[in-house]
């Protein structure tokens, strides 16, 4: 973990114990640290907009509730992410996954000198990503757009690290057969191969 990560975990961690005593500007600020990740992370389990806040206004009740109950086993990252995957998971067996407008969900802006490049490029990977399975869409998220360790998102997701580390690898084929189709090429590596 590098500085930045564990100044800020330090500071996460100040704040889950203010919030065990009551504090709400705690919570508040807790919110608002979190909700752009949230928002992102929980985009690759639905596109549904509702349920994604449903889920991080749950997800933020529960670490309400549990704040003094964090044993500091993991990073507060890693443990909010945990309770917002688990109450997401709940909220797909409670309302599915209906389709819904693409424009529905926030999109994070990521800053550039063409925004059309930029999302065009979004765009692509977004449609290459919604041929993956729910939990390689997660893993890929939590790994390379959240930057979580393995081990982290074996955490997270409640499976052994193995289990990560096959999504991870099969939604990295998948993909790799998947964007060069999206971009008009053909694909370049079989699903099979090792």
């Keep these: 973990m590098n500085e930045a990560d564990l100044n800020a975990d330090v500071a996460d961690r100040m704040l889950l114990q203010r919030m065990s005593a009551g504090d709400r500007v705690a919570l508040a600020t807790l919110y608002h640290s979190y909700h752009g990740r949230l928002c992102r992370f929980l985009a690759r389990l639905t596109r549904r907009a509702d349920v994604i806040e449903e889920v991080i206004n749950d997800c933020f009740l529960v670490t309400w509730q549990k704040a003094g109950d964090f044993r500091g086993d993991s990073r507060v990252s890693t443990w909010i992410m945990g309770i917002a995957y688990r109450c997401g998971l709940k909220a797909l067996r409670q309302h599915g996954d209906e389709p819904v407008e693409d424009d529905a969900v926030p999109e994070e802006r990521i800053p550039s000198t063409d ?16 041929r993956l399975s729910a939990d390689q869409r997660v893993v890929i998220e939590l790994v390379y757009g959240v930057g979580h360790t ?3 998102v074996a955490t997270i997701m409640q499976c052994p690290v193995g289990t990560v580390k096959a999504r991870l690898f099969h939604a990295r084929v998948k993909l790799r057969n998947v964007l060069p189709a999206l971009a008009g090429e053909s694909p370049i590596y079989k699903e099979n191969v090792p």
Excluded: I, Q
């Design 150 to 152: 393995l081990e982290d």
């Design 115 to 130: 925004p059309d490049e930029d999302r065009e490029l979004r765009d692509w990977l977004g449609k290459g990503l919604d």
